[in-house]
């Protein structure tokens, strides 16, 4: 079975500064997605970025960027130039390559921006 | 519609009684599944449905859990005798349910919080 694990609990940033936000994973399987999702107060899911382990490229959404390490199955999360809208629970998240799989999520980190 | 809907948004029972958590996915969304996210948890899976028919039920954690789909579209969690550990926020997510990543992307409700007294 796969499964994700996030150390940080929490982590705080000031405002504009730049934070990494990890992830590591433990599976068998050679193709599969990787992704990170916000959850804000409002509790709603919102996706952030994603990744296909088949890419070496690192996926790139504006401020939002991945460092993916197939190798050492780790895929952090880098927010540049922190906002007080990016202050959330981030989840990091698996899936299987084939077919519609449920999602295997990590525990989660509470990031706080500091004004 | 244009998000995931689920009602109620919150909600508050006693021990023993049943419930029933609604959700409503975005409109022609083939998949459907609900995940469970207890205080301090991240998100369990508990059942994935195509269409009206669910292919993994492996979440489910006992048998006082049970979900139907109707029509290809709004589903029910039904927990049946609650207990407080069922205590926790439940989450319907839904997608296209092609095999390809960008139509495979799972968006989520806001989700119901259930509080079992």
């Known amino acids: 079975a796969q499964t994700v694990t996030q150390s940080q609990p929490e982590m705080s940033v000031q405002e504009a500064e730049t934070v990494t936000l990890s992830c590591t994973y433990d599976?068998?399987?050679?193709?599969?997605?990787l992704f990170w999702y916000k959850q804000p107060p409002s509790r709603q899911m919102i996706l952030v970025i994603r990744q296909e382990a088949y890419k070496q490229q690192n996926a790139t959404e504006n401020r939002f960027s991945v460092n993916f390490q197939k190798a050492a199955k780790s895929f952090s999360l880098k927010i540049s130039d922190s906002q007080l809208g990016d202050a959330a629970m981030y989840f990091c998240a698996y899936r299987r390559f084939f077919g519609n799989e449920k999602l295997t999520f990590g525990t989660g980190t509470r990031l706080t921006i500091i004004p | 519609g244009a998000g995931v809907s689920q009602s109620p948004s919150n909600k508050v029972t006693e021990k023993g009684k049943d419930v029933e958590l609604r959700c409503d996915p975005i409109?022609?969304?083939?998949?459907l599944y609900w995940y469970r996210q207890s205080l301090g948890q991240g998100l369990e899976f508990l059942i994935y449905f195509q269409g009206n028919s669910a292919p993994d039920k492996s979440g489910l954690p006992s048998d006082r859990f049970s979900a139907e789909r109707t029509g290809g579209s709004v589903s029910t969690l039904t927990i049946q005798r609650t207990q407080q550990e069922d205590s926790a926020v439940y989450l319907c997510?839904?997608?296209?349910?092609?095999?390809?990543?960008?139509?495979?992307?799972?968006?989520f409700g806001a989700g119901t919080r259930l509080s079992v007294l």
């Open positions: 599976t068998s399987e050679s193709d599969y997605y």
């Open positions: 409109s022609g969304h083939t998949a």
């Open positions: 997510a839904s997608s296209l349910g092609d095999s390809g990543l960008a139509k495979n992307i799972q968006y």
